[in-house]
């Protein structure tokens, strides 16, 4: 009963923690546009989530892990991508050419957004168990990773200069490339690392929605 309990309450916890970040990061940002565009899919995401919830709960894994994608955005939205410090640290630490942080962003990108889908896809289609569950879900990723890209291509001939921030290319000629490797190594690593956990959780949820109704 108590990890009953305990599992009902992380996910009110973790929006709490994420609306929470969301209003200080929203305090004197590096620039208010760019805060905005990178925070953009908290501001929809949570909203989303909470509205179908009761129909649709996640996995403990999907939320944690949004929760942290979720900080990882806002954080970027806050400082900008190219000026977190903790990307400078490891810039400094490790004798890199430019601030990582971007890198990690994009690898979160498809980390994070690799469960989601593959939640979705076990639990809406007849992919549970299918040898073509995980190519589809790298392939899933990297849809919304080059759908992502073209959104800062939009971003940069509507805005121009203004929108070099959000962009955070920092000079790098070959950033969306990077981008998209980063978001496929991270959906790919996630898969691998997860998939596991993954199964477990979803029978359990299974159970559980069997069991209620």
Not at 180 to 201: F, I, K, N
Request: hydrophobic share 55%; charged share 15%; glycine share 8%.
């Amino acid at each position: 009963m108590t990890a009953m309990l305990t599992s009902r309450a992380v996910p009110p916890a973790l929006a709490a923690g994420v609306l929470t970040a969301l209003a200080v990061s929203g305090l004197r940002p590096h620039d208010r546009l760019t805060w905005l565009l990178e925070t953009f899919w908290v501001i929809v995401g949570v909203p989303l989530l909470v509205a179908v919830w009761k129909r649709f709960p996640l996995s403990p894994l999907l939320c944690w892990l949004l929760a942290g994608h979720a900080l990882v955005l806002i954080v970027g939205g806050h400082y900008t991508y190219a000026e977190v410090p903790l990307g400078h640290w490891l810039q400094d630490t490790l004798d890199l050419s430019r601030n990582p942080y971007d890198r990690i962003g994009h690898l979160t990108q498809g980390f994070v957004p690799a469960v989601l889908v593959r939640e979705l896809l076990v639990r809406t289609s007849p992919l549970r168990g299918s040898a073509w569950l995980a190519p589809l879900t790298v392939c899933a990723c990297l849809a919304f990773s080059a759908f992502f890209e073209m959104l800062e291509w939009w971003a940069a001939l509507s805005g121009g200069d203004s929108a070099d921030a959000f962009l955070a290319t920092q000079g790098d000629q070959w950033d969306t490339q990077w981008d998209m490797a980063c978001a496929l190594v991270g959906a790919v690593a996630s898969l691998l690392l997860l998939s596991r956990l993954h199964d477990r959780q979803l029978a359990r949820l299974g159970r559980a929605a069997d069991n209620a109704g």
